[in-house]
């Protein structure tokens, strides 16, 4: 075990050495936008995305001031959707109900960011499709190449691939890393966090 945890770590660093820095000050840039209008934050997110996006919504309501939610927070309203409606529409029609608008971001968690040549995340596409309808903003951290989601994103972190055999694991991983990082600069932050508080 012990050659494979070095190697794992190693990955991290080679991750954290190959990110791009302005690709996240381009999404503080879009998000202090969203906060000045009085817009709001939809995350969407599926498995660990939508894990990751139940966390991000409390850090950037208490830490950041902005008004955020996740549809997979909703278990009632999101499994009846998918009964009612399919998997495919899920979210778009949840943020059509949110009614989205200009003011506000869609901010992507995903592996593969969608892609509708492969018929993958079809949900994430059509949400997509639907907030560039109505002029909200696009936000991301994914994995791989991006996909759907870093076409049509007004900013978008792509995570390094760095091993075939971790792209999701790192992804995941590096999606707390990096929107730990944007609620706790100094443009961004409103509100101490308890412990940084505490002397």
Known sequence: MYPYIKKYLKEVEMICQ????KNIQKIIEVLLGVRKHKGRLFFLGVGGGAGNAAHAVN???????????????????????????????VFTNWLKGSRLDSNDAVFI???????????ISMNIVE??????????????????????????????LIIPAISPEAVTAHTEAFQAVIWHLIVSSPQIKISEMKWESVK
């Open 59 to 89: 850090d950037f309501r208490k830490i950041a001031g902005i008004e955020a939610y996740a549809p997979t927070d909703n278990v009632s309203e999101l499994t009846a959707r998918i009964n009612d409606e399919g998997w495919q529409t």
């Open 109 to 119: 968690f995903s592996v593969g960011g969608g892609n509708k040549e492969k018929n």
């Open 18 to 21: 190959n990110l791009e820095a």
């Open 127 to 156: 949400a997509l499709k639907y907030a560039k309808k109505v002029e909200a903003k696009i936000l991301g951290i994914v994995g791989r190449d991006g996909g759907y989601t870093a076409k049509v994103a007004d900013a978008c």
